[in-house]
């Protein structure tokens, strides 16, 4: 289970975690959060959000928000389209960074992306989301932040399953993009995309339990 020998190995520094969601998917922004806890403390409960049913990343999100400093950062499917999806998830990352109220001297970063022009010094974890406390906290805010953002887009375009899939490419997306074509929330750069709009049949990939709503 996460924990904080990751915090406490830089003590007296103060420490957050980073992590994003949604750098996969076919459509829509990619999320990223930054958490730094008030105290050294864990939450009961905090794991990689991908561990955690949908019932339980909504319910740990409170619980988070009371314990801890909080930020969240986007970064838009045209800024996607114009960064590339690493370009676009260190913006993310930090704008999360620097939404957080305080300044953090140390971030966390769950994976191997080292953002240039970061506001502070980082250190990347692989596996972090496993590992950290909060890291792992910051992967349940950007998951349930994008998973809302893709459930309300899907009052707007219906015909997607954007409430289900939340962008990734699922065969019922494909079946989808094959009946409807695009619209302004894919990432046309994105492999599967250009194919579709070339006239090609796109390629369905698995979510990787990044939402447990796939279909």
Same mark, same amino acid.
């Given at each position: 289970?996460?924990?904080?020998?990751?915090?406490?190995?830089? +003590? !007296?520094?103060?420490?957050?975690?980073?992590?994003?969601?949604?750098? /996969?998917?076919? =459509?829509?922004?990619?999320?990223?959060? *930054?958490?730094?806890?008030?105290?050294?403390?864990?939450?009961?409960?905090?794991?990689?959000?991908?561990?955690?049913?949908?019932?339980?990343?909504?319910?740990?999100?409170?619980?988070?928000?009371?314990?801890?400093?909080?930020?969240?950062?986007?970064?838009?499917?045209?800024?996607?389209?114009?960064?590339?999806?690493?370009?676009?998830?260190?913006?993310?990352?930090?704008?999360?960074?620097?939404?957080?109220?305080?300044?953090?001297?140390?971030?966390?970063?769950?994976?191997?992306? +080292? !953002?240039?022009?970061?506001?502070?010094?980082?250190?990347?974890?692989? /596996?972090?989301? =496993?590992?950290?406390?909060?890291?792992? *906290?910051?992967?349940?805010?950007?998951?349930?932040?994008?998973?809302?953002?893709?459930?309300?887009?899907?009052?707007?375009?219906?015909?997607?399953?954007?409430?289900?899939?939340?962008?990734?490419?699922?065969?019922?997306?494909?079946?989808?993009?094959?009946?409807?074509?695009?619209?302004?929330?894919?990432?046309?750069?994105?492999?599967?995309?250009?194919?579709?709009?070339?006239?090609?049949?796109?390629?369905?990939?698995?979510?990787?339990?990044?939402?447990?709503?796939?279909?």
């Amino acid at each position: 289970m996460p924990h904080f020998k990751l915090e406490s190995a830089h +003590h !007296p520094l103060r420490v957050c975690g980073v992590d994003e969601a949604g750098r /996969g998917p076919w =459509a829509g922004p990619v999320v990223a959060s *930054a958490v730094m806890f008030h105290t050294v403390k864990a939450i009961r409960g905090v794991n990689d959000s991908k561990q955690l049913t949908r019932e339980l990343r909504e319910k740990m999100l409170p619980r988070i928000h009371e314990r801890c400093h909080v930020g969240i950062g986007l970064a838009s499917v045209e800024e996607i389209e114009q960064f590339n999806i690493w370009g676009a998830t260190s913006l993310a990352m930090k704008r999360a960074v620097l939404a957080l109220g305080v300044a953090p001297e140390l971030a966390l970063i769950d994976g191997k992306i +080292h !953002p240039k022009e970061f506001p502070c010094r980082t250190q990347t974890v692989i /596996g972090g989301d =496993a590992i950290s406390q909060s890291i792992a *906290a910051a992967s349940i805010i950007a998951k349930v932040t994008r998973d809302r953002i893709m459930r309300e887009q899907a009052l707007f375009y219906p015909q997607y399953g954007f409430d289900r899939h939340v962008g990734y490419g699922t065969k019922q997306h494909q079946t989808a993009l094959r009946t409807h074509g695009v619209c302004p929330l894919h990432r046309r750069s994105f492999r599967s995309i250009k194919a579709m709009l070339e006239g090609v049949e796109p390629v369905a990939t698995p979510c990787l339990a990044d939402t447990e709503d796939a279909a």
